[in-house]
């Protein structure tokens, strides 16, 4: 009966996941790459770390195809959306939009909702 609860307990220790032997930057590439911010970091740490695993026989892998996988969509993703952005550029400099930026700043608000009437008399400045 000692041997059984013996066995089983050994059955639980191997179950266990052994961090020690886990690549870090297998962890890193992941990590980075569900920033968003550092999805450049997370395709480079991946290669990185799938060539490390693949010498040493590391645990990780798995974690390394997840943060490669994900540095590189996020970096097809801001692709799409510069290219998406110059296409709507063009349509509307073709159509008559304004291009962004500050030039119809100048000046302040000119009308809209929240026109404010600096004479206290009414009416405009110029009149007396």
């Known amino acids: 009966m000692a041997e059984a609860k013996n066995t089983t307990a050994d ?33 480079i740490t991946g290669h990185v770390s799938l060539a490390q695993i693949k010498k040493s026989q590391e645990s990780g892998r798995g974690l390394a195809i997840a943060g490669v996988v994900a540095g590189y969509t996020v970096i097809g993703l801001w692709i799409l959306s510069t290219l998406g952005f110059i296409v709507l550029t063009i349509w509307g400099v073709r159509h008559g939009m304004p291009v962004g930026g500050f030039d119809d700043m100048r000046g302040g608000m000119k009308g809209g909702p929240f026109q404010m009437d600096l004479n206290p008399n009414g009416g405009t400045q110029g009149q007396d």
């Open 11 to 43: 059955k639980s220790a191997k179950a266990k996941f052994d961090f020690t032997n886990l690549n870090t930057l297998a962890v890193v590439s992941l990590a980075s790459a569900v920033t968003g911010f550092g999805a450049a970091a997370a395709v």
